[in-house]
């Protein structure tokens, strides 16, 4: 592992194996990406008209998690939905509330004046394969 760091805005990490070059890595301070990280979030706010939640994940703008990113092992359905209608996709007033706890993924990077996308499919690349917790694929 190499690393650069001679200038104070941006960094370099390198990986070598065998004298090739398998991995970089460039970070520039101010533009940190956060593509790819994974926060524990707390919804702030379900908006049952776009059909997604505003998600505390402890950056400056909430991330945003849409019905059709929301794993069905998260569903927590309310009391007063019959049973025999849990079989159906829910609305996300129905599985999701203030002050809920998920596990999240951004997709896409905070712009402009929009928080991050969020999924809660979460995918941890590797060299050789990608875990995806939850996941019925082999």
Known sequence: MLIN?????????????????????IE????????????????????????????????????????????????QWRDDVPEEQRKRRPRIQEVLRRGQELVVQVEKDERDNKGSALTSYLSLPGRYMVIMPGSIYI
């Open 28 to 75: 520039i301070s101010g533009k940190e990406q956060t593509k790819g990280n994974i926060y524990k979030g707390v919804v702030m706010r379900v908006e049952p008209g776009l059909q997604a939640a505003f998600v505390d994940i402890g950056r400056a703008k909430p991330g945003f998690l849409q019905i059709g990113e929301l794993h069905p092992d998260l569903w």
């Open 5 to 25: 760091v001679m200038h104070p805005e941006e960094a370099r990490v390198a990986i070598v194996h065998d004298g090739l070059l398998m991995e970089l890595n």
